[in-house]
Every structure is written in C-alpha cells, then in structure tokens.
C-alpha cells in the first residue's frame, strides 16, 4: 500500500496515474501492457501477491480475494482523485474530501487484508459487514485522516501541486482560518474516538 501510495503521490505524472488505475481496475496480466515501464514490475507483482493469496486459501475460502481485489481497486480510485485535485489544484468540501480520503488511508484495504488470513470467523457475512464500511472502522480512518492533516498541513503547504488537506478544505468552505480549521477536526477526532470506544465495548461485536 505505502509504494501504490508513493506513486500516485511523488512518482507518477497524471498521466501515468490515470493507466494505472484503469489498469488495476482491469486486473488481468495483458493490462500491463497499457502501463508506463517502469510501473510494469509493481503491476505484476501485485496480481501475483493476490494471487499467492488466493492459492494459499483452501477452495470454500477462496470467495475473500475478490473482496480484496475490490478494496485495492478502491484504494487506487481514492489515490488517483487526489492526483487529479493536486493537479489542478482543486480544494474540495470537506465532506467531498472526506469521502476520497478515508478511503485513501488504506484502513479499509488494510483491514481486508487482514481478515484473508483469519480462520474461520472470516465467515462471508464477515467480508460483507467490513465492504459496509461499518462506524467502527470509519472512525480509525476519520481519527487516521485528521490527525494526519492537522500535523502535517503546513508543511505539506510547501510542495508543489499537493494534495488540498482537510484544514484547507475546511479553511475555504467556512471562511475561517488554520487555527479555527484545526480546533473543529480536533473536535471531530474527540468524536471518532467516543464512537470508536463504544463500538469496541459493544458486547458481542455484531458483524
């Protein structure tokens, strides 16, 4: 996930990114073929990891790697819209933002990931609650996206052609400035941490 992320953030024209991502979205080998050469190796080698995943899986087990391959197709979206904001320097809403960016946190793809490799409580209706976006892991990314924001968004102000964070977002769709920008996603984190606590203390975790 981090060198998909380097990619579409440091490496790739928009261009580049854009063949990428229908690329991913293909997921066949011969789509490789539409890609720059130099992203050929990391193409392949991530249907092969998929793959490796999938023959390692027992045959009832296999229906989990397409939950996979559809949350890295995702992931790849996500990345590939910032590249596009970045590009024409395009701040979004913060609720549009935010619909791009939890996503580009990697939790959700991460998540799934890890529930390929679990036993038997990675049960279908598991994969299926987890592709729902549930509260629970909505609030890790929110938590995840914010603090990442708030702390780095001077910094990031430096770059050329970056990504819009959510302080700006929020900073040019209430007319107010980086100082208040910051208090009301602090706020918001305090919030995702509260429903994240209840969900966790939820007895059984219903999936």
């Known amino acids: 996930m981090s060198i998909m992320d380097d990619i579409y953030d440091n490496y790739s024209t928009l261009e580049e990114s854009r063949l990428l991502t229908e690329a991913i979205e293909r997921w066949e080998p011969r789509a490789a073929d539409r890609v720059p050469e130099y992203l050929k190796d990391f193409y392949l080698k991530l249907l092969k990891t998929c793959k490796d995943f999938e023959d390692e899986l027992e045959p009832d087990k296999k229906y989990r790697i397409p939950y996979l391959r559809e949350q890295i197709k995702g992931l790849s979206r996500s990345y590939f819209q910032e590249a596009k904001w970045g590009a024409e320097g395009y701040v979004p809403s913060l609720e ?84 208040v920008a910051r208090e009301k ?23």
């Open 185 to 207: 996603l602090e706020t918001m984190v305090e919030r995702a941490w509260k429903d994240l606590n209840e969900d966790c203390l939820r007895r059984p975790i219903q999936v």
């Open 96 to 179: 549009e933002h935010l619909r791009v960016s939890l996503r580009s946190t990697g939790y959700p793809a991460v998540a799934c990931a890890s529930f390929v490799g679990l036993g038997e409580d990675a049960t279908k209706e598991a994969f299926e609650w987890l592709s729902s976006f549930p509260q629970i892991l909505k609030s890790c990314t929110i938590i995840s996206r914010l603090m990442d924001d708030i702390t780095s968004h001077e910094l990031e102000q430096q770059r050329d052609h970056h990504v819009a964070s959510t302080v700006e977002s929020y900073m040019k769709e209430y007319g107010a400035s980086s100082e």
